[in-house]
């Protein structure tokens, strides 16, 4: 009798034993899963979650031509006007803020033009804005050839009539963010299929929040705010050109779409551009090195060449209404380019 009470103690101590090492199994399978998956989001971003405005100091040089002028650690900021100090110290820090952003990034990314500070040009009014170069009805443009940014003022500042504009000033900063990333991008320019370097411009503009904040903590909720706003923030539906249309433009073929579209529809192939670039930052190691060999190629260019680019329109334009819809955006496609 009394061995048979032991060996019953001793199937129980046996069967505890396996509990308990089945448990320490199981928490070292799920602490394995974590830390791989903050392996692969540190892979992502080399970033922080937030990332708050970096330090800015402005320093006012002599002025040359009529215009004044201020340095910031990377750029040059001219106007033929005074600026009222909050107002350029929050276009200076956005400014400088995304330009620690896109260099710290494990991407590529980083490509300015020539020489210590590039130029960002500001002009208080549209009429300035367009005589020196800016791009009619647009709050700022990137002019490659001239390596400069221009900024419409009346868009930015506090202290000015915003000369129409139908965005909040907040969307107006994500328009700089937008830019900055070109400027950032330079060397790439023309070389990329648009649809990359426009999608990293909207993607960046994105994590944007306010005044040279950005928050990484979750893209895609970023993405779909992003996209409702600019649409109707109570309808998840999302009107964006298709993805066949779109994927072999270059610079001049991306402009020539944007003079061909109304300037209500216009948004709808930088929409697109921004989910493409989604589907290759976020979706494996495959697609994301197919955009870190193309960043690649383009910085090992010494001429100038466009470089092609192969997207499967119907199949990527599917897989875009599948991952989206169940996070609050209904991808629409023109009628007679609807993916299958």
């Not at 320019?189 to 990359?196: D, F």
Request: glycine residues 6%; charged residues 20%; hydrophobic residues 40%.
């Amino acid at each position: 009798m009394f061995a048979k009470v032991a060996d019953e103690k001793k199937i129980r101590c046996f069967r505890q034993a396996e509990f308990v090492i089945s448990c320490r199994m199981l928490l070292k399978v799920f602490l394995l899963q974590t830390m791989i998956a903050l392996c692969a989001a540190q892979s992502l971003h080399a970033l922080p979650k937030q990332v708050a405005p970096v330090a800015v100091a402005l320093q006012q040089q002599a002025g040359e031509n009529g215009m004044l002028v201020w340095h910031t650690a990377h750029y040059r900021i001219t106007s033929p006007t005074e600026i009222k100090g909050e107002d350029l110290k929050r276009i200076a820090q956005i400014a400088e803020t995304i330009t620690w952003v896109v260099k710290n990034e494990t991407l590529p990314l980083y490509a300015p033009p020539p020489g210590e500070r590039a130029l960002i040009a500001i002009y208080p009014d549209t009429k300035q804005y367009e005589a020196a170069g800016g791009y009619a009805g647009t709050a700022g443009s990137y002019e490659p050839r001239k390596s400069c940014l221009f900024l419409n003022g009346s868009y930015y500042f506090e202290s000015a009539p915003r000369a129409g504009s139908r965005l909040t000033p907040v969307h107006n900063e994500d328009l700089l963010v937008h830019e900055m990333v070109h400027l950032c991008m330079h060397r790439y320019m023309g070389r990329l299929p648009a649809w990359v370097a426009e999608g990293f411009a909207e993607y960046y503009a994105c994590m944007h929040t306010r005044a040279g904040n950005f928050s990484f903590a979750n893209p895609e909720m970023s993405i779909r705010d992003h996209l409702r706003d600019r649409y109707r923030r109570d309808d998840p539906t999302v009107f964006v050109r298709a993805v066949a249309e779109i994927a072999p433009l270059h610079g001049r073929a991306w402009l020539d779409l944007m003079a061909k579209l109304a300037e209500k529809d216009r948004y709808q192939a930088y929409a697109i551009a921004l989910l493409m670039i989604h589907y290759h930052l976020h979706g494996g190691e495959v697609r994301r090195g197919s955009i870190v060999a193309l960043l690649e190629e383009a910085a090992k260019q010494e001429r100038y060449r466009p470089i092609s680019y192969a997207v499967d329109g119907p199949v990527v334009g599917a897989a875009l209404q599948q991952f989206w819809k169940p996070r609050g955006l209904q991808i629409q496609y023109p009628v007679a380019d609807k993916a299958p």
